[in-house]
């Protein structure tokens, strides 16, 4: 039987090490077990939602983790890393040890302009480019990589205005990068470590209001 927290934590901790992770197949020979056994071990850490899995079975997302591009590059003096979303990619200095600051990268959803930040773990980033998120936290488990593909950094307010005429998604959310930073600064704390218990965004209503967002989008 494999151990699923322990699993989770050796998973966890090579996304933050190395920013890329191992396959079923490779955690089978690992642990000297059948593939099979193994994958059923991914798709039950899937079920508890700690990893979001592609239909191939593999990780697509291990929050604030992706495996694949999701609009954010995070890199470090010595680590490249996939950011699962804009909320992502300012927790990631947060959570890994000696990754702050880290060099946050992205582009401009409606016109492309590339955006970058030093995220330090001690104060926002400066700039005035806005985040803008498309599903409401009650409904982000629904389809994460949905709502994680639409977390996302734009120039301004009018690039958020043009690129949901674009694409005709309902208008979600528009704040600050400071407040981005407040909502990823804390979130994912405790996870790289044994004994983690995951924050649900439906239930997690006192934390957004204290990172400055309330209303109903939030739960609060
Ligand atoms: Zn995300
Ligand atoms: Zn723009």
């Known amino acids: 039987m494999i151990d699923l927290e322990t699993l989770r934590v050796r998973l966890y901790r090579q996304l933050a090490r190395e920013g890329r992770v191992a396959t079923s197949d490779r955690i089978a020979d690992e642990l000297g077990v059948q593939a099979a056994e193994a994958a059923e071990a991914f798709t039950a850490l899937a079920q508890d939602r700690h990893l979001v899995l592609d239909h191939e079975g593999q990780i697509e997302l291990a929050h604030p983790f992706g495996t694949r591009d999701f609009g954010f590059s ?11 979303c804009a909320w992502d990619s300012f927790a990631i200095p947060h959570l890994v040890p000696g990754a702050a600051p880290a060099l946050v990268a ?10 970058a930040w030093n995220v330090h773990r001690t104060e926002p980033p400066a700039g005035a480019q806005v985040a803008h998120f498309l599903v409401p936290m009650a409904h982000v488990w629904d389809d994460v990589v949905h709502a994680c593909e639409n977390q996302r950094i734009f120039c301004t307010e009018d690039c958020v205005d ?3 005429i674009r694409t005709g998604h309902t208008r979600g959310e528009v704040f600050s990068l400071t407040k981005l930073w407040n ?4 979130w994912y704390t405790g996870r790289l470590a044994p004994g983690y218990r995951r924050r649900e965004p439906v239930e997690a209503a006192a934390y957004f209001r204290a990172a400055g967002l309330a209303g109903p989008f939030w739960g609060n």
């Not at 995070?74 to 699962?84: A, E, T, Y």
């Not at 992205?106 to 955006?115: D, I």
């Not at 909502?183 to 804390?186: E, F, G, I």
């Open 183 to 186: 909502l990823a600064s804390d």
């Open 74 to 84: 995070v890199k470090s003096d010595s680590v490249l890393w996939w950011g699962g």
């Open 162 to 164: 043009t690129w949901l």
């Open 106 to 115: 992205t582009a401009c959803p409606a016109c492309g302009t590339a955006h």
